[in-house]
């Protein structure tokens, strides 16, 4: 199953740094996954991020307002 993942923020670098390291983290432990960026400020509220980068995992916020460590992002992936 492929896992879908959400990063949610105006393009900023903490943003792209976010998904660069979930994307970094997803490749090197073999897990299936799409990578979507939402940079939308009405999507980024209705999903309920306040603060960016928001980080979303198969539709649940997982994190928001920080740059994830690479434990954080393990601790949210399957396996």
């Known amino acids: ?3 879908k993942v959400t990063v949610y923020g ?6 792209t ?3 660069a390291l979930i994307k970094d983290v997803c490749d090197g432990l073999g897990i299936a ?6 940079s939308d400020y009405a999507e980024i509220a209705k ?3 306040m ?5 979303a995992i ?3 916020v997982v994190s928001t307002g920080k740059i994830p460590t690479v434990a954080e992002i ?3 992936l399957p396996g």
């Open 58 to 60: 198969d539709g649940k």
């Open 10 to 15: 105006p393009g900023c670098a903490r943003c």
């Open 33 to 38: 996954f799409t990578l979507e960026k939402v």
């Open 47 to 49: 999903a309920g991020v």
């Open 1 to 3: 199953m492929t896992m």
């Open 51 to 55: 603060a960016t980068p928001g980080v």
């Open 74 to 76: 393990r601790s949210w």
């Open 17 to 19: 740094q976010t998904a």
